[in-house]
């Protein structure tokens, strides 16, 4: 049976509302995959903000990580990023625990995740603002931490892209505390991130 192929296209600021083209093509396309790893760094994990849950995430982020490689699909790392004079940083008045300084072995991503090639995205605040540029079409985040930065971008991304499926798959992720792990998951699900 031949399928219609619909394209929703969200791409021209100048359209009130979004282009809706429906084409004759017979195949369907194949959305490209993209896994986000957020900040899956040294820190995050047993440094200077980690937890044991986050060091419980490793294997299974390097396990997921190892799927999308396999398969030949994109992956996108982030590197939460500082510098000196951290402290006095809105940031660093909230979270006074200096952390990610570029360069410094926390800063880091965790050895054996990083796929070469792969982009590296350096981050200077919890959600990136240049996803835009990335033309995602199918989006899974995993990483560091649930309740601040996975949640940030999700959104960000649900809200530049909101034909796409955006997941999260909630044994690769670590909250801040297991309670505001659980409450981040409730937030990305009602606003219909999907997690796994
Ligand atoms: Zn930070």
């Known amino acids: 049976m031949e399928k ?10 100048n359209l009130a509302y979004p282009e809706i083209i429906i084409d004759d093509e017979t195949e369907e396309e194949k959305p490209k995959k993209t896994l986000i790893v957020i900040d899956m760094q040294n820190d995050f994990i047993d ?5 044991k849950e986050a060091v419980a995430i490793v294997d299974n982020v390097k396990k997921k990580i190892k799927e999308y490689a396999d398969r030949g699909d994109e992956i996108i790392f982030t590197q939460d990023t500082h510098h000196e004079g951290y402290l006095w940083t809105n940031e660093g008045k909230h979270l006074p625990v200096e952390h990610c300084i570029e360069g410094s072995n926390g800063w880091k991503i965790r050895e054996g995740l990083y796929v070469e090639g792969s982009p590296c995205i350096l981050k200077f605040s919890f959600g990136y603002t240049g996803w ?4 995602l079409e199918d989006v899974e985040l995993v990483g560091l931490c649930t309740d601040i930065c996975v949640v940030s971008n999700a959104l960000i991304i649900k809200a530049l892209y909101p034909e796409i ?20 998951l409730q937030t990305m699900k009602m606003c219909q991130v999907e997690i796994l």
């Open 132 to 135: 835009k540029d990335y033309d």
């Open 165 to 184: 499926p955006v997941k999260v798959d909630s044994s690769c992720c670590a909250g801040v505390t297991p309670e505001s792990h659980e409450a981040a």
């Open 47 to 51: 440094g200077a903000l980690g937890t």
């Open 4 to 13: 219609k192929h619909m394209h929703i296209s969200y791409q021209s600021d």
